[in-house]
């Protein structure tokens, strides 16, 4: 059985498939150098959907400031060998407290499942994309289309799908539908889907006895689902999906870790870009657990995660 790394990226247009496809793969493997894994091959396939919206991607040949197809962050190795990960206590005790607030107003609505329309009207001018996504159901399945040719053309091979903010929701929603486009190992990266505007669209989506929305992990899921996040990325800010999932029939529920996203450019950072994500140690562990193992799932790769937790070599 081949093993196959399958990524769909996140919000706003991108450059051109094949070189998101190249960067993503250099920063997967820029993390594997991270954990003395470099000479592991990444068989990396792209799930691109940025032209289903956008007429022209990004371009890294664009210098006019104004051109909206301007590329502001392209790849770029990390300076330093990556950085250590940073202790953010008040900043996780803040998010747990909102994360506490927006469950109460959700239990204490009289109907758990209307509209939130601050967070509506967030999503239809902050994010037009994820706005197109809700509200255009032929353009909801061609872009679940691009990834669902992905997952049957590997309907017999062991599959890692990453998906990085949006891209998380678009996933999750193609496997809660389709049982049968399996993957072994799941990985969300900068997700929103804890969102209750997000939560409550859930393809598949249950209510408790005290009336919360809770996702179901869809069935598709086989092995493990790892969700990642930073505490500074303002898209995950509700960051812990383990609270807000029932488990599959397979028992699978998420596991959340914090990590450390280091991107930076030019002396901006951006705490939610799928490059500082990708190369994280905890990613590369998880990468690296896959594709070593003789039989990828949940517990290769929980072995391959504590192993690369403490790197040899590393700084």
């Not at 959907?49 to 770029?76: G, R, T």
């Not at 029932?246 to 959340?256: H, K, Y």
């Not at 657990?289 to 995660?305: D, I, K, Q, T, Y």
């Amino acid at each position: 059985m081949k093993r196959v790394i399958i990524g769909i990226h996140g919000l706003a247009n991108k450059p051109e498939k094949r070189l998101l496809a190249e960067w993503w793969k250099a920063a997967l493997s820029e993390g594997l150098e991270r954990i003395n894994k470099s000479r592991l091959s990444l068989p990396f396939e792209m799930s691109y959907w940025a032209h289903h919206i956008y007429s022209c991607p990004k371009s890294d040949n664009v210098a006019d400031p104004e051109d909206s197809l301007l590329l502001l962050e392209p790849y770029v190795h990390a300076e330093g060998g990556g950085s250590p990960e940073r202790s953010r206590r008040l900043k996780k005790r803040a998010l747990t407290v909102l994360e506490k607030v927006m469950a109460w107003s959700l239990v204490s609505s009289r109907d758990p499942l209307r509209k939130y329309r601050f967070e509506d009207l967030l999503i239809k001018r902050r994010f037009p994309e994820l706005d197109f996504y809700y509200n255009n159901s032929e353009g909801r399945l061609r872009i679940q289309q691009e990834l669902r040719r992905l997952l049957e053309n590997h309907r017999d091979d062991s599959v890692l799908l990453i998906a990085h903010s949006m891209g998380s929701i678009i996933a999750y929603d193609l496997l809660s539908a389709s049982p049968e486009l399996q993957v072994a190992v799941f990985v969300t990266i900068g997700s929103p889907l804890a969102i209750s505007s997000v939560l409550k669209r859930a393809h598949s989506r249950s209510l408790t006895e005290k009336g919360e929305i809770r996702a179901v992990v869809p069935e598709a899921v086989t092995g493990a689902w790892w969700n990642f996040f930073d505490l500074e990325d303002r898209i995950a800010f509700n960051y812990t999906l383990n609270d807000d999932c029932l488990p599959n029939s397979r028992g699978v529920v998420p596991v959340d870790r914090t990590v450390c996203n280091d991107y930076s450019y030019r002396g901006i950072k951006n705490a939610h870009k799928s490059f500082g994500y990708l190369r994280t140690i905890e990613m590369a562990a998880v990468v690296a657990g896959f594709l070593e193992s003789p039989v990828p799932g949940l517990w290769s790769s929980l072995r391959g995660f504590f192993r690369g937790l403490v790197p040899r070599g590393s700084s």
